[in-house]
């Protein structure tokens, strides 16, 4: 995901790259979870295995075997779940004139429905390992992390859907190129349009005319050990409901030390594109880290970015929480 974080004041955005700023109080505490059992029951197991098989593949770059049969195997799975596949291929440039040849992978449920949720998460890994030591600059990352994480749960959140209906329309995206904008060692221009490809395409051509969504709900970097998802300050500003809904229901579920109740920073993400070229409210769930320098994980863009970092609670609890707002909707 990318890679500039804002710090949000008022309703300006102020330019802040590798810093991030948190207010307001947070929850480290979780409540009693109180679930209703209006959602089935989310494996984290499952989804850790999900996670695990796209980084056996190895780091899913575009143009590269890895990323072609990981390709293959997510459209394969969703359409075993009964999902309506769309896959959507597009040659797109990157900052540095490298065509790419991309894939956004959607599979619909209930396609037939008015009624719609949009779930996505990128499915690609960085070329680089950019904010590593020197030597390994030019070394692709696992992703277990930064792609992998977002996707394996929601893998796990179709399997569910395919064994309980949730009796609205719900949409499984997998942007690619998410991953491959400008370097920090690089010269080039570090425009925050470099990076999130999949998704810029996918808003100007989505995969059925007109499309849109009540909401969505983008997951990226939802894996890691004791992760803190602080209320992303875009979707804040743009989609406040959509934000409180899914922290009350974490909150109420006993998730609260992960899903904290104060505002970070603002994000360059695929949420951004979808609410500017689709019009519906999209909110981003993203591990966020006041401590560190950049304001992410600090296996961030890193060759740590590996299944060490990958822990089946943190899974659990995204996943959990959005199978809760996914089946409360019925």
């Known amino acids: 995901m990318n890679k500039w974080i804002y710090v949000w004041s008022g309703c300006i955005l102020l330019s802040c790259c590798g810093q991030k700023q948190a207010s307001g109080n947070s929850e480290p505490i979780a409540v009693a979870a109180t679930k209703t059992f209006s959602s089935p029951e989310f494996n984290r197991d499952s989804a850790y295995a999900y996670?695990?098989?796209?980084?056996?593949?190895?780091?899913?770059?575009?143009n590269t075997p890895a990323h072609k049969a990981c390709?293959?195997?997510?459209?394969?799975?969703?359409?075993?779940?009964?999902?309506?596949?769309?896959?959507?291929?597009?040659?797109?440039?990157?900052?540095n004139g490298d065509r790419l040849e991309a894939k956004n992978i959607i599979g619909s449920f209930h396609p037939d429905k008015a009624k719609r949720v949009l779930l996505c998460a990128h499915w690609d890994t960085r070329p680089y390992s950019d904010r590593d030591e020197e030597s390994?600059?030019?070394?692709?990352?696992?992703?277990?992390?930064?792609?992998?994480?977002?996707?394996?749960?929601?893998?796990?959140?179709?399997?569910?859907?395919?064994?309980?209906?949730?009796?609205?329309?719900?949409?499984?995206l997998f942007f690619d190129a998410e991953d491959y904008g400008t370097p920090k060692f690089a010269n080039e221009s570090g425009e925050d349009t470099w990076w999130c490809?999949?998704?810029q395409f996918w808003a100007k051509n989505p995969h059925t005319p007109n499309y849109r969504a009540d909401y969505g709900i983008l997951l990226d970097m939802v894996g890691a050990r004791n992760a803190t998802f602080y209320k992303e300050s875009v979707s804040v500003y743009r989609a406040a409901p959509v934000v409180e809904k899914v922290w009350t229901t974490a909150r109420n579920l006993g998730y609260g030390r992960y899903f904290i109740n104060a505002n970070g920073g603002a994000i360059t993400d695929d949420h951004q594109f979808v609410m500017a070229g689709r019009g519906f409210p999209c909110i981003d769930i993203i591990h966020l880290n006041p401590d560190s320098p950049h304001g992410f994980g600090n296996h961030w863009h890193t060759q740590r970015d590996a299944m060490d970092n990958i822990d089946r609670e943190t899974l659990n609890a995204v996943g959990q929480t959005v199978l809760e707002v996914i089946y409360s909707e019925q």
């Open 51 to 62: 996670v695990a098989r796209q980084v056996a593949f190895g780091p899913r770059v575009p």
């Open 71 to 95: 390709a293959l195997w997510l459209a394969g799975e969703l359409e075993r779940f009964g999902a309506k596949i769309y896959v959507q291929e597009a040659t797109l440039t990157a900052y």
């Open 136 to 172: 390994n600059h030019h070394k692709p990352i696992d992703g277990a992390d930064d792609g992998a994480s977002g996707v394996g749960v929601l893998l796990e959140i179709a399997r569910q859907m395919s064994l309980n209906d949730t009796g609205i329309g719900v949409d499984i």
């Open 197 to 199: 490809l999949g998704s």
